[in-house]
């Protein structure tokens, strides 16, 4: 079992950027395509950006795409999703998630399903 704890919210200005990043303890974070949602009161939680074990592969949510980038550094077991030119519809809470089954992601790492692992999120909260 992973445990997983994002952190790098914050609040920032409408065309800033932040950098989440997603630690992983308790197992090695090598074993997982790892992704991120993102979930505001009311609404489902939306996927975000994915990467494979590796970090080879990298899947985006089309509303992200050109804006966030996803990547991973195994030997210090994190996961980072960079953002840039944040817009006030990019606030929410962020979760990364931990899918132990799939060796790279893919359309279907854009499924809450896929993943067994989640952490507690941290808040993004962008203003206009």
């Known amino acids: 079992q992973v445990h997983l704890v994002e952190s790098g919210g914050g609040l920032v200005q409408a065309g800033g950027s932040l950098r989440l990043s997603c630690a992983a303890s308790?197992?090695?974070?090598?074993?997982?395509?790892t992704g991120w949602f993102r979930q505001t009161p009311g609404k489902e939680r939306e996927f975000v950006a994915a990467?494979?074990?590796?970090?080879?592969?990298?899947y985006y949510a089309d509303s992200v795409k050109d804006r966030f980038t996803i990547s991973r550094d195994n030997a210090k077991n994190t996961v980072n999703l960079q953002m840039n030119s944040l817009k006030p519809e990019d606030t929410a809470v962020y979760y990364c998630?931990?899918?132990?089954?799939?060796?790279?992601?893919?359309?279907?790492?854009?499924?809450?399903?896929?993943?067994?692992?989640w952490g507690q999120g941290t808040q993004v909260t962008v203003s206009s």
């Open positions: 308790g197992h090695t974070f090598s074993s997982y395509t």
């Open positions: 990467i494979g074990r590796s970090g080879d592969s990298t």
């Open positions: 998630a931990a899918d132990p089954n799939r060796p790279n992601a893919g359309p279907y790492s854009g499924t809450s399903r896929a993943y067994e692992y």
